[in-house]
């Protein structure tokens, strides 16, 4: 035998050999295709508690269990959290959650009407955020033509509608003009203008009362006109964001997918 050989062996017996071996497997258990919820964890800067209420809650398939009871991972659960957590940004927490328990549960096609149903509502915000701009492009200065505010008369001949239109809005929460303290009549001012002429914009674009209702109280809330149309931009970039979200949680999703076939 030769020094070298001799060497070799004298530094690494088969006994030292087989020890170190095991070692390594019960350090890295990833070697062996079994992942420990800490090695889970620590991809995503998550709490082992936080993986195992992912499991809990359906968003990982059930984890086999050691002879004490301790929960063993394999690439195929690694695979469901990274689909998960890609899913939450586009789609928000319970509807990944959702998404991921059909799959898990095999009702890959309820999944996909989940994903399909997201997709739909982001299609539906940006529809609406269109007509916002459309109504306030087409606003134009509000002027009321008395100081005091406008009856409802008045408001609805300028408008070209029925003083009974008006007050269905009212009902639907659309304007809420005050009172007049010595007749009771209701008087318009320049934000219940704007609020009704806003409306009337809208219901001419084919929007039903209770969809332009949370777009009336987001300008009441921002302050007016101005502020709103400052916030479009913020509203279009959030909007882009969740698109490329969802696509980022489609493609995990389709890995996550392929992981479970083979």
């Avoid at 001949?157 to 009549?185: C, F, I, K, N, S």
């Avoid at 209701?186 to 009362?209: I, S, T």
């Avoid at 913020?234 to 980022?248: K, P």
């Amino acid at each position: 035998m030769s020094a070298v050989t001799s060497s070799t062996l004298s530094l690494n017996p088969p006994w030292r050999l087989r020890r170190d071996l095991g070692r390594t497997v019960e350090r890295n258990p990833q070697t062996a295709g079994k992942l420990r919820p800490v090695d889970l964890a620590r991809r995503h800067g998550l709490s082992t508690q936080a993986v195992r209420n992912y499991e809990d809650a359906g968003s990982l398939p059930p984890a086999a269990r050691t002879a004490h009871g301790y929960r063993v991972y394999t690439p195929v659960h690694a695979a469901a959290l990274r689909a998960f957590l890609a899913l939450v940004p586009g789609h928000g927490h319970g509807a990944a959650t959702s998404i991921m328990r059909a799959v898990n549960e095999g009702a890959t096609e309820e999944a996909f009407r989940l994903v399909d149903e997201g997709h739909a509502q982001l299609l539906d915000d940006r529809r609406t955020l269109r007509a916002v701009e459309r109504a306030l492009r087409d606003l134009g200065p509000v002027v009321t033509p008395e100081p005091g505010g406008i009856f409802i008369g008045p408001l609805a001949h300028q408008l070209g509608l029925r003083p009974a239109t008006l007050r269905t809005w009212e009902r639907a929460g659309l304007v809420v003009p005050r009172r007049d303290a010595r007749t009771g009549y209701r008087v318009y001012d320049d934000a219940d203008v704007r609020d009704v002429r806003m409306a009337h914009q809208l219901r001419r674009g084919g929007y039903l009362l209770e969809q332009i209702a949370p777009l009336i109280a987001q300008v009441r809330a921002a302050g007016g006109l101005e502020p709103l149309e400052g916030a479009l931009g913020d509203w279009h970039a959030r909007l882009a964001a969740r698109g490329r979200a969802m696509l980022s949680g489609a493609a995990e999703l389709e890995a996550y997918l392929r992981e479970r076939e083979r």
